[in-house]
T-cell receptor, first 115, second 113 residues
Framework: DTGVSQNPRHKITKRGQNVTFRCDPISEHNRLYWYRQTLGQGPEFLTYFQNEAQLEKSRLLSDRFSAERPKGSFSTLEIQRTEQGDSAMYLC?????????????FGPGTRLTVT | AQTVTQSQPEMSVQEAETVTLSCTYDTSESDYYLFWYKQPPSRQMILVIRQEAYKQQNATENRFSVNFQKAAKSFSLKISDSQLGDAAMYFCAFSGATNKLIFGTGTLLAVQP
């Protein structure tokens, strides 16, 4: 068990460019979550998947954001036409879905800087 | 909508002493979970402890314990015998029917040698 992994760990991009982040959850976990954390704040929920189905999306997730989990394993988060306000840490978490197991395990995050 | 409030932006404790971090929440749900997560500087979020709302007994994990007051919607974290490695940002979080975590704004804990 290697935990939740995220790539890249850091991304610097120019405004207007597209970026894509990847998350690999813990292998037996079928729920996967994306959060965004800005400096000095707690993480804010963006979206979550159960297996390959995207079950909820936050209003924070504008049309420029899209997330996929095509085979119910890894997930990608794409931001199109990045803006400076997109600069943040993007966190991925996973959890099992059996009853009584609501705790989520986080990856190290991808820090995005938009210049 | 659920909210989580951490009213202590920063706390400080002497090594080997005990410190309590406060958290209150608001929800109309009866079945939910509460968590404390630790985020060391530039390192990833680690689950410290969790509490199921239907359990009256307070959760404990080694030096970490909670005081869960369901009627008051209060969920504080007590760290006993504080160690230098406990220095971090601590987040209180709520999870209800939608499974997503709702976090507070965090409390930055400093441990003085």
């Amino acid at each position: 068990d290697t935990g939740v992994s995220q790539n890249p760990r850091h991304k610097i991009t120019k405004r207007g460019q597209n970026v894509t982040f990847r998350c690999d959850p813990i292998s037996e976990h079928n729920r996967l979550y994306w959060y965004r954390q800005t400096l000095g704040q707690g993480p804010e929920f963006l979206t979550y998947f159960q297996n390959e189905a995207q079950l909820e999306k936050s209003r924070l997730l504008s049309d420029r954001f899209s997330a996929e989990r095509p085979k119910g394993s890894f997930s990608t988060l794409e931001i199109q036409r990045t803006e400076q306000g997109d600069s943040a840490m993007y966190l991925c978490a996973s959890s099992p879905s059996w009853a009584g197991a609501n705790e989520q395990y986080f990856g190290p995050g991808t820090r995005l800087t938009v210049t | 909508a659920q909210t989580v409030t951490q009213s202590q932006p920063e706390m400080s404790v002497q090594e080997a002493e005990t410190v309590t971090l406060s958290c209150t929440y608001d929800t109309s749900e009866s079945d939910y979970y509460l968590f404390w997560y630790k985020q060391p500087p530039s390192r990833q979020m680690i689950l410290v402890i969790r509490q199921e709302a239907y359990k009256q007994q307070n959760a404990t994990e080694n030096r970490f314990s909670v005081n869960f007051q369901k009627a008051a919607k209060s969920f504080s974290l007590k760290i006993s015998d504080s160690q230098l490695g406990d220095a971090a940002m601590y987040f209180c979080a709520f999870s209800g029917a939608t499974n997503k975590l709702i976090f507070g704004t965090g409390t930055l804990l400093a441990v003085q040698p």
